[in-house]
């Protein structure tokens, strides 16, 4: 390949950066506000209704938030990509915004498992009944503090075992008016020794190494009650 063409293709590719960077700025405003010059919001505006019209309609706030700290995930992962190629492979970041980040977009799962309970009434029931709820790899916590605000019957139990998130998830927990209702533990998934507790389990799959995977199917179905979901 010529220089010519790599820097046709890296111009390509550029556009969809940029269109993904303004759709991420129009959310930004939205949730925080104009500023005192209308022309950026304005030029902002023209490039969501290119990428496609009414993208935005009807949405409510805080699946707004939700899509921007997931657009803030994608540039702080690059980001981290393109700063460290040569970090190991993994999950091992610390840097607090991309951690709260990826902690928003994990709330998304909550919504996901309601839009499943509303096809599968026995979840449906589930959720209602008091029971708990195990989060594997609760990170920052948004997750764990999602499903005690959307399922007030579970008690909720996250576990994690990378401190860095779990000093934040401390803290995101202590101002969410949901403590008494959430654990946070300082544990690896294949060091669970919880028996017939859960009445549900979510386990992020991409998150778990592969050699572990096993172990950790394991040791959630000797945590699950009867009849539990994971």
Known sequence: ?????????????????????????????????????????????????????????????????????????????????????????GWSCEDPVILESQGQVSRLIVRSIDTLAAKRPALGTTLQQPGAFLDVGTGVGWLAIEAARSWPALRIVGIDSWEAALTLARKNLAQSGVSERVELRSQRVEQLDDEKIFTLAWLPGPFIAVELMALALERIYRALAPAGWS
């Open 1 to 89: 390949m010529s220089f010519e063409s790599l820097m046709n293709k890296c111009q390509e590719l550029n556009r969809s950066v940029e269109a993904l960077a303004a759709l991420g700025a129009e959310l930004r405003l939205r949730q925080n506000g104009l500023g005192s010059d209308s022309r950026v919001p304005s030029l902002l505006q023209d490039v969501v209704h290119c990428i496609e019209p009414g993208l935005l309609d009807g949405l409510e706030p805080s699946q707004e938030l939700a899509v921007l700290a997931l657009i803030q995930a994608f540039f702080s992962q690059a980001n981290d990509l393109l700063e460290n190629p040569g970090r190991d492979p």
